[in-house]
């Protein structure tokens, strides 16, 4: 004998089997006219139906709820401003730390919420070389003093480097980041949460669609007229009955789409205000990014007057050394007579072996314009602001214009208005030419 499926039981009529509970959420009978079939509904699961609903939007099988015009474009807004910021933020930390290494090495001290520890600036590492090579090359020498003037500067330099970086971090960097690890991760929680709702609200749709399709069918199938003379009439009594049961199973539907539908206009509403709290975000990057500005242009404005104040000194120090104690008045020294310029010498003209290892870069080196004008045989030294010097290596003349130098000998030595501050006039007896200033160590 066939067991009767769950929800009913053997009549004693001749209409056989019949209904003795009605249909609910968790199982419900799909009846036509000549079979009865037993399932779950999806909506018996929310979680499993959103997934459902998903799937089948993918595949287009489903409808899907559109969002209003306005709402799609705080959307794109929304992803736009965090697309963009992240770009600016890691552009940013690339240009005040390119160092990739050290950049990973502060990512993860913040994330480990610590402090990152004080780094040596490249201007500051500089200074400090420079600052050591003067001290062995001899701080009293014009090499070693100017090496202690530009370390100095590159001191300064690096400072106001730090200061930019930590003054960028905190006003610009630090707002951006901020946003992104906490105004855009709730944004985007209620995104999902929307999306969910949005999927459930579109579930209910298809569930109620489906329903009032399968009650309309069940109605038609009732309304026949029975024939009893039929050797199954207990159909037309299971459609009856399943009309009543779809009726209930559309006014559940009804309900249950009222509630999705509260839930996704709340959500919606919640992630609407976020999304419009963008503008707030924007206002507050445009602020960061003037002090951004400003703390990058006071930087360069610090880099520009340290780098001229370092100018006047190497300017003040080339007359102190070169030429502010040679040159006489101008009213005793008059320029000397156009001379033809010494020709250009070639690198092969330098000594084959120097005396020391290092030979300075201006050996060989046609001089400027004014040396075009001085031909150190016709012009006289000046009454005063003549100095001794001692030669510290060999150097050959490379033309007739320049004196050959023998070192540890005595010269004098003089300059010229409109002279090359590299070179000067020296003299040996009654020969006289120009001399590079790197090859003489000046006494008092």
Same mark, same amino acid.
């Given at each position: ?15 056989? @089997? ?19 079939? @037993? ?6 699961? *929310? ?14 099988? /489903? ?5 209003d015009a306005h709402f799609e474009n705080l959307l794109a807004r929304a992803d736009s401003t965090?697309? @963009? ?98 105004? @855009? ?27 009032? &399709? ?38 559940? &539907? ?75 008045? /101008? ?8 001379? &033809?310029?010494?020709? &250009? ?11 020391? *290892? ?17 031909? *150190? ?19 050959? /003349? ?18 010229? *208005?409109g002279m090359d501050p590299d070179w000067l006039i020296g003299e040996r007896g009654n020969q ?13």
């Open positions: 004998m066939t067991s009767a499926p769950p929800g009913v039981t053997r009549g004693k009529d001749t209409f056989g @089997w019949m209904l003795h509970e009605p249909l609910t959420r968790k199982s419900s009978f799909h009846l036509t006219s000549s079979s009865v079939s @037993w399932s779950q509904p999806s909506s018996s699961n *929310p979680e499993g139906r959103g997934k459902s609903q998903f799937t089948e939007e993918k595949l287009g099988q /489903a409808e899907k709820t559109e969002l965090k697309n @963009w910021t992240e770009k600016i933020l890691r552009q940013t930390e690339v240009l005040l730390q390119p160092n990739p290494s050290a950049r990973v090495e502060e990512f993860l001290y913040e994330k480990l919420d610590r402090k990152v520890p004080s780094r040596v600036t490249n201007g500051e590492l500089l200074a400090q070389y420079m600052t050591e090579a003067a001290n062995d090359f001899g701080p009293g020498t014009p090499y070693g003093k100017t090496l202690i003037k530009v370390g100095e500067t590159q001191r300064r330099l690096g400072a106001a480097e730090r200061d930019f970086i930590h003054s960028a971090s905190i006003n610009f960097l630090t707002p951006l980041r901020n946003f992104l690890e906490g105004d @855009w991760r709730t944004i985007s929680k209620e995104r999902r949460i929307l999306q969910n709702r949005r999927l459930d609200l579109d579930a209910c749709k298809a569930r109620l669609k489906k329903a009032k &399709a399968a009650e309309a069918k069940a109605a038609c199938e009732g309304d026949a007229v029975p024939d009893f003379q039929e050797t199954r009439p207990r159909n037309y009594v299971l459609s009856a009955s399943a009309s009543a049961l779809w009726s209930d199973e559309v006014e559940k &539907a009804e309900h249950e789409l009222r509630l999705t539908q509260t839930e996704f206009d709340r959500q919606a509403e919640v992630t609407r205000l976020l999304l419009e709290g963008i503008s707030s975000t924007h206002v507050n990057h445009l602020r960061c990014l003037h002090e951004f500005v400003e703390s990058q242009t006071n930087y360069y404005a610090q880099c520009y007057q340290y780098m001229l104040d370092l100018q006047k000194q190497l300017g003040s120090s080339k007359g102190e050394i070169f030429s502010g104690t040679f040159v006489g008045n /101008a009213e005793s020294t008059s320029p000397p007579p156009a001379a &033809a310029s010494p020709p &250009a010498v070639a690198a092969t003209t330098l000594p084959a072996v120097p005396t020391i *290892p290092v030979v300075p870069t201006i050996v060989g080196v046609p001089n400027t314009v004014a040396e075009s004008v001085l031909n *150190p045989n016709e012009v006289k030294p000046p009454a005063s602001g003549t100095r001794k010097a001692r030669v510290l290596y060999d150097y050959e /003349a490379a033309d007739s214009t320049e004196l050959a130098l023998l070192a540890d000998e005595m010269i004098t030595v003089y300059s010229l *208005p006289k030419g120009k001399v590079p200033v790197t090859y003489l160590e000046l006494l008092s």
